[in-house]
Each structure stands twice: as C-alpha cells, then as structure tokens.
C-alpha cells in the first residue's frame, strides 16, 4: 500500500486563510478512496479546542529542533486517525 504524509499549515475545517487549506483537508480523503494510507500533520493553534474536536492526546513528548532552539512538542490524533495536530506553543501559539 502507497503512504502519503500530508504536512501543512492550515486545513479545512479547522483551519482556513487561502486555497491551501481546502486543498489540505480534500486530498488527503481523495487519496485514502483510491487506496492510499494519507495522514495529515499540522499545528494546534491556541484557538483550537482539542475537546471540541474530539481530539485525544497522544502519550508523547516530541523534541523539535529549529535552529539552535528546541521545543517539545505534544501530540494530539483526530477521532478518525487521519490527522497529527502539533502542540508547539513556541512555534504556533498565535491567534491566526
């Protein structure tokens, strides 16, 4: 079976500024119905409510080197597993 890694900025529904976002949230589900494991990774921004969503935090701890600084991260899993949300305050912790 083919993998495909999504990583991106922004993604429909819970996350939307430009065309990105829509193609992000759409072609992951595009992929998955012609038989591609598809999996998203992108932020948690402050303004989304991991309870809303139905998210569950993943038993993790991810060190994530930029440069000569390191944050760590937690990770969070959609209800349906198709996608990662990074906890990074350091590197998304802004309102939009």
Not at 61 to 84: I, M
Request: charged share 20%; hydrophobic share 40%; net charge positive.
């Amino acid at each position: 079976m083919n993998k495909v890694l999504s990583v991106t900025s922004e993604c429909v529904p819970l996350v939307k500024t430009g065309g990105l976002a829509d193609v992000a949230g759409a072609l992951p589900g595009a992929l998955r119905r012609q038989g591609v494991d598809a999996h998203t990774v992108t932020p948690l921004y402050r303004f989304i409510e991991p309870a809303d969503h139905g998210l569950h935090r993943i038993p993790a701890r991810v060190p994530l080197r930029l440069g000569h600084t390191t944050v760590t991260a937690h990770l969070w899993r959609s209800p349906d597993g198709h996608t990662t949300f990074v906890d990074a305050p350091g590197l998304s912790d802004r309102d939009a």
